[in-house]
């Protein structure tokens, strides 16, 4: 009858062990982490979003260790509709103008050769369409400094979080993911990036242009021009995608099984080389490997927040413009305004090359994260 009730004890008081030598080590390990640059972020890139965690980069991972994010996507999908109505409404006054002077092209279309002339109708839909280029300009220098202001904080965010989980793994005994992953980084924070905002965002603002050109002047066309350059786009969209994404899946998948086989063989020589105390430090080793996890995962998981807290903003941003563009087109068409409607389609088709380049620098950060993350976990 008493033996359950010793066995129980033991196996109580051995957990309660176990769980503080655990916490013990996270603390080391949270303890020796330089988090200096991380606090530098949060202080100038924080937004109310990463504050709702915590203001402080040790006091983020801390909150994060456990995994609990809160999450309630009832909740969450709310504020991203929210958010989505709230750019809307805010572009609603600026684009009412835009299809105000659609609305008198139209006008003066149906009025040329009766009641104007040809020649005035001609320099009234000029300057109409002069004034919902500048609107709309006006509208795109702002969209457009916000999505590169994002793309240079998420460059910054895999400058500062991708060493931490670097260094991390390493500890966990992942040395061979630290190699593949150290290039990896290198890519994504220096050739990705620059692939958007030198290539992607540059071409988009140029097919732009000639698009607004041709709008002005009808009997200049450089639709041609404009089809190349979006192809080009598109194959260096897509060719980025697809060596990133099949260089760092084979690379991880055959560096967790070289991992999985060092660790192991190292557990096995310690458990088995030191006399007596070697099934300790065996034990030892899988301690400090599981709590280097937990730290990583939370590493991890606070530059996934931080990425998100970037992101939404600019993404909002973008498709609300975007939205707009279309629904302007919709009244330009329905109207027999064939110029302002050409020209909010071919806008609206362009942003969506933009919008494409940050999710994909997005994406290729959140994939990274996330391979590091169970770089570890395969082979524990």
């Known amino acids: 009858m008493f033996l359950p009730v010793l066995l129980s004890g033991g196996i109580i008081a051995f957990a309660a062990e176990g769980e503080k030598e655990l916490t013990e080590n996270i603390d080391s390990i949270i303890g020796g982490l330089d988090l200096n640059a991380l606090q530098n972020y949060l202080d100038t890139y924080g937004n109310d979003y990463v504050y709702s965690f915590s203001k402080s980069a040790k006091g983020l991972i801390e909150f994060l260790l456990n995994g609990d994010l809160g999450v309630n996507y009832t909740d969450y999908l709310k504020k991203l509709f929210s958010s989505l109505f709230d750019g809307i409404g805010n572009l609603l006054p600026v684009f009412a103008q835009v299809v105000a002077v659609t609305i008198l092209c139209a006008i003066t279309t149906d009025a040329e050769g009766g009641i104007i002339s040809k020649s005035t109708a001609t320099v009234i839909r000029l300057a109409a369409t002069c004034i919902i280029l500048l609107i709309l300009t006006s509208m795109l220098v702002g969209i457009i400094s916000s999505t590169v202001g994002c793309i240079n904080s998420i460059s910054r965010q895999i400058d500062i979080v991708t060493p931490i989980l670097i260094t991390l793994t390493v500890l966990t005994g992942g040395s061979g993911s630290g190699a593949i992953y150290t290039p990896c980084a290198t890519f994504l924070g220096q050739g990705a990036i620059y692939l958007v905002n030198g290539v992607i965002i540059p071409i988009t603002l140029a097919v732009m242009i000639l698009n607004f050109i041709s709008k002005i002047n009808p009997e200049i066309s450089f639709s041609g021009i404009c089809v190349l350059l979006k192809s080009v786009m598109k194959w260096i969209i897509g060719i980025t995608v697809a060596v990133f994404g099949l260089f760092i899946t084979v690379q991880s998948t055959s560096t967790s099984l070289f991992n999985g086989i060092f660790f192991k063989v190292t557990k096995y020589l310690v458990g088995n080389s030191v006399p007596i105390v070697g099934n300790f430090l065996s034990s030892g080793v899988d301690m400090v490997v599981l709590s280097g996890a937990v730290?990583?995962?939370?590493?991890?998981?606070?530059?996934?927040?931080?990425?998100?807290?970037?992101?939404?903003?600019?993404?909002?941003?973008?498709?609300?413009?975007?939205?707009?563009?279309?629904?302007?087109?919709?009244?330009?068409?329905?109207?027999?305004?064939?110029?302002?409607?050409?020209?909010?389609?071919?806008?609206?088709?362009?942003?969506?090359?933009?919008?494409?380049?940050?999710?994909?620098?997005?994406?290729?950060?959140?994939?990274?994260?996330m391979l590091i993350i169970n770089s570890t976990y395969a082979f524990i």
């Open 295 to 369: 730290v990583k995962s939370s590493v991890g998981m606070t530059g996934i927040v931080l990425l998100i807290g970037s992101v939404i903003e600019p993404v909002i941003s973008l498709i609300s413009f975007s939205l707009m563009l279309k629904i302007s087109g919709a009244i330009a068409q329905s109207i027999g305004e064939k110029t302002s409607y050409s020209l909010f389609c071919d806008l609206s088709k362009d942003i969506e090359f933009m919008i494409a380049g940050l999710l994909i620098v997005a994406f290729m950060y959140f994939l990274t994260i």
